[in-house]
């Protein structure tokens, strides 16, 4: 079966934008009408049998009812409670609490209730404005939420620009209501057609909903009114390389730099920028200016070793973290990346080595399995399964992912019993687990008991159709272990589909065109695979492909080379055996 590709992800976005409704699911509801707003929700109350009849009494009953609804984790039975009271006691700190235990509970319509109640008792509050605006837009109110941004940008305290770039935020969490939020933004932006800041909040908000085209129309507004403003300018750069312009990205943002005392700290991020849109040969010359201009600069070392990393140059990127190994506060990265080198290039004790110098932080937990993985590879089994044990007495929410792991380093070392032990005992109290059902096919495919790996893979699929890793795996298992091509073409076209920059599926679906007769179709696909992801199994394939079309130099010299740097991969051997034959 095909190995996953790990690709790494450079660095993180430029600019960040929060989402306020997150995982919660909510039901969109029609649009409120005036008795929705003075509507009271129904609550039984869970500590008293009966509410006293006076108005003090009614205030104090609720307010301790909610206080003890709060206590017991239960944020939306109290949100309800403190909103009763609020009829006997309009309290705008009470309205505040109601609001925010509202907002936890993931009830947009309770939320919106006890957030106009708190708008209403405090006429200026930025908060309930920010309640409304964000349940207003994802159940369509988009009168409502309209109204609020203007009084937002309106009264905001750092002055209208301040404020559209607030509202640009506030719009920005909720992908499924893109639509709506461009559209409110487009009509505040032309009440307030003279001032660069709306602009602005336009074009950062159509960026981060991929409405590239719009933000670069709206940066060019702001442009005109304010030539000389570096954020449009930003602006501008950012939606032109997410179209491709890069040429005049690169000339404007010379043009901002130029004589700037922060030009490396533009330039880095809009090195992050290119490599985030896949500009690589780009990104690695903005980062050896940064250099060339700071030769300390971390940052700049840093995302040049992702870089290289990610191109499989791996003398050049062990040379990056070296340097950044040497500086203050950077060493637990420094070591991470260099025992990812050192994996990579199969050589084990050093990247344990490596992986045992990481301390907490980021890739603190990471580092711990992979320690625990390459104690597997040296033949050190029961260190990293107590390893492993003691993550999991540490961390038993990720109980399940230790198991994943510890089965993984058996099968690596040949103990297939075991790990089909390990992964059995874990599917007795997690039986539906596709990741789970995934990882036993590969230890009943390893051990040539094809058909109950099919049986694990297809269970997966029939719960979860898109599961593109599946898919391959079955398509790929169909093509290898017999002739069911026609099936195998549908599996392996609909995980295509789904990703079709993933390595693994490519491989798979150029050696089913090799499988079906079709080599010549079947190398463009093997060859781009290889150059994404240069896998010894991938190597075998593309290997016999070009032997079968009468490249055999160029066949052997290619298995040569896998086979120098990944000797013991099986598919690979039996590549060179079948050529040599």
Known sequence: MPSACLKLRCAPCLIALAAWIGGCALTPSTAATADDQTRKPEVVPQTVATAPASPTEQTQYHILAGELAAGRQQPHEAAQEFLLALDTAPDKDLAARATRLAVESGDPELALMTARRWLALDSTSLEAREVIVRTALHQSLDEEAYTQ???????????????????????????????????????LV????????????????????????????AAREALKLEPQSKESTLLLIGALVKQGKIDEADGLMD????????????????????????QNARGREQLERVLKAEPENVDAHFLLGLLDLDEHQLDEAQAQ??????????????????????????????ALAHYEKVGDGPQGLDALMRRAAMLGKVGRIDEAQTLLDEMREQLPQLGLRFQLAEGEILLDAGANDKALA?????????????DLLYARSLVYEHTGKVDLAEADLRAIIAKQPDDARSLNALGYMLTVHGQKYDEAQKLIDRALQLTPDEPAVIDSAGWLRYRQGHAKDALPLLQKAYAMFPDGEIAAHLGEVMWSLGNKDEARALLARASHDDPENPVLRDAVKRIEQ
Not at 168 to 179: F, Q, V, Y
Not at 192 to 216: C, D, I, T, V
Not at 338 to 349: C, N, S
Request: glycine content about 8%.
């Open 255 to 278: 043009s901002v730099t130029h004589g700037s005392a922060d030009a490396s700290e533009i330039r880095l991020k809009y090195a992050q920028l290119l490599l985030e849109s896949n």
């Open 190 to 217: 032309a009440a307030f057609p003279k001032l660069p800041g709306a602009y602005r909040a336009q074009s950062l908000l159509a960026q981060r909903y991929g409405e590239n085209q719009m933000a670069e129309d």
């Open 149 to 187: 941004c203007d009084r937002i940008v309106r009264d905001h305290p750092g002055g209208e620009a301040d404020g559209f770039h607030h509202v640009a935020l506030l719009l920005s969490g909720d992908p499924g209501k893109s639509a709506n939020a461009l559209a409110l933004m487009s009509r």
């Open 321 to 350: 973290f070296e340097i950044l190994a040497k500086k203050h506060g950077h060493l637990s990265d420094a070591e991470y990346y260099l025992g990812r080198v050192a994996e990579i290039r199969r050589d084990w004790a050093t």
């Open 422 to 434: 390990v992964y059995n005992d874990a599917l007795a109290s997690t039986p539906d687990s596709a």
